[in-house]
């Protein structure tokens, strides 16, 4: 399976988000509840997944909360053309913190491109099901339930003012391609190296901001078993456990302190960079879930501030 597209200009993974949030201590204890590694950072907390040495997002304290910055890698050989692009498509540049290229993306989002090592997966991730033997007991006892801690950042969604124009700034600008849609409604796009179905989804509102960081698990029991865990932890709100048509991931949300969600996703379809897959716009029928709870209100309202840009 090639691990670059030949001939595609395009970002390789989302190699971190950061989001500004009044109080770290509260992001800390809803973190470790959903079972990252919490550790200080310059001034703020970054999030890991257990075992692993990448920087999946930084939170810093600020008077309210708010999407920072997302932050796409890319290979280094395509650096250069990069910003030979970015240069020709007028894109404003703008000033930021660390490494790379610093641009104002669609609806003002500020961009970080930088050179980074392929985070995305090469492979569709691995899924486990288990059952047991005729005889044996398939029950986990509570006390002994383990505690689940996602493998990797999936994919991030965010709010936007225009679903249509901003998918087409991200594939003329960042590469990204479309995978699947609904038309202003949702859009999922994935990065044409190699990236699970949607890297980025984009999501209709009156102003941006973000609405989900999904993370992978691996097995629809520990979606399950995670959104117990975060209720057992006093995370009551949410929507799951249910499985999605567009990504065909198994899924439970989890509401954060702020309005936002962080997901947990399993068995999410994978999308190999020689893969010429079939993108469509869908029906708002065929494009949310499978099968699951009635959606909440509450889980499109964009509580960041910002008045519509």
């Given at each position: 399976?090639p691990?670059?597209?030949?001939?595609?200009?395009?970002?390789?993974?989302?190699?971190?988000?950061?989001?500004?949030?009044?109080?770290?201590?509260?992001?800390?204890?809803?973190?470790?509840?959903?079972?990252?590694?919490?550790?200080?950072?310059?001034?703020?907390?970054?999030?890991?997944?257990?075992?692993?040495?990448h920087?999946?997002?930084?939170?810093?304290?600020?008077?309210?909360?708010?999407?920072?910055?997302?932050?796409?890698?890319?290979?280094d050989?395509?650096?250069?053309?990069?910003?030979?692009?970015?240069?020709?498509?007028?894109v404003?540049?703008?000033?930021?913190?660390?490494?790379?290229?610093?641009?104002?993306?669609?609806?003002?989002?500020?961009?970080?491109?930088?050179?980074?090592?392929?985070?995305?997966?090469?492979?569709?991730?691995?899924?486990?099901?288990?059952?047991?033997?005729?005889?044996?007991?398939?029950?986990?006892?509570?006390?002994?339930?383990?505690?689940?801690?996602?493998?990797?950042?999936?994919h991030?969604?965010?709010?936007?003012?225009?679903?249509?124009?901003?998918?087409?700034?991200?594939?003329?600008?960042?590469?990204?391609?479309?995978?699947?849609?609904?038309?202003?409604?949702?859009?999922?796009?994935?990065?044409?190296?190699?990236?699970?179905?949607?890297?980025l989804?984009?999501?209709?509102?009156?102003?941006?901001?973000?609405?989900?960081?999904?993370?992978?698990?691996?097995?629809?029991?520990?979606?399950?078993?995670?959104?117990?865990?975060?209720?057992?932890?006093?995370?009551?709100?949410?929507w799951?456990?249910?499985?999605?048509?567009?990504?065909?991931?198994?899924?439970?949300?989890?509401?954060?302190?702020?309005g936002?969600?962080?997901?947990?996703?399993?068995?999410?379809?994978?999308?190999?960079?020689?893969?010429?897959?079939?993108?469509?716009?869908?029906?708002?029928?065929?494009?949310?879930?499978?099968?699951?709870?009635?959606?909440?209100?509450?889980?499109?309202?964009?509580?960041?501030?910002?008045?519509?840009?």
């Amino acid at each position: 399976m090639p691990l670059k597209r030949a001939g595609a200009l395009g970002v390789h993974s989302i190699d971190h988000f950061a989001v500004q949030v009044p109080d770290l201590a509260v992001a800390r204890a809803f973190y470790e509840a959903f079972g990252l590694e919490v550790k200080d950072d310059a001034g703020g907390v970054a999030l890991y997944a257990r075992g692993s040495a990448h920087k999946w997002a930084r939170f810093t304290q600020g008077p309210v909360k708010q999407l920072s910055y997302l932050c796409f890698g890319v290979y280094d050989e395509d650096l250069a053309a990069f910003t030979a692009r970015l240069d020709s498509n007028g894109v404003t540049r703008i000033d930021g913190a660390g490494e790379g290229l610093w641009i104002e993306g669609f609806d003002g989002l500020p961009i970080n491109i930088r050179v980074a090592e392929k985070c995305s997966p090469d492979g569709k991730t691995q899924f486990v099901t288990a059952s047991t033997a005729a005889g044996q007991s398939g029950a986990i006892l509570n006390s002994a339930a383990p505690k689940v801690h996602p493998r990797a950042l999936s994919h991030f969604a965010i709010y936007t003012t225009d679903v249509l124009a901003a998918t087409a700034w991200y594939e003329a600008n960042l590469g990204l391609r479309l995978s699947d849609g609904s038309g202003p409604v949702v859009a999922f796009l994935h990065g044409p190296h190699g990236s699970d179905h949607h890297l980025l989804a984009l999501v209709g509102s009156t102003h941006r901001g973000m609405h989900h960081s999904s993370w992978d698990v691996g097995s629809f029991q520990d979606v399950g078993l995670a959104s117990a865990q975060m209720f057992r932890a006093g995370y009551k709100e949410g929507w799951g456990v249910g499985r999605h048509v567009l990504g065909g991931n198994y899924f439970y949300y989890a509401r954060d302190p702020w309005g936002s969600y962080a997901e947990f996703s399993a068995d999410i379809d994978y999308i190999p960079a020689d893969c010429e897959w079939p993108s469509a716009q869908h029906a708002p029928e065929d494009s949310f879930y499978l099968w699951g709870p009635d959606v909440p209100p509450e889980l499109v309202s964009n509580l960041e501030p910002g008045a519509p840009v």
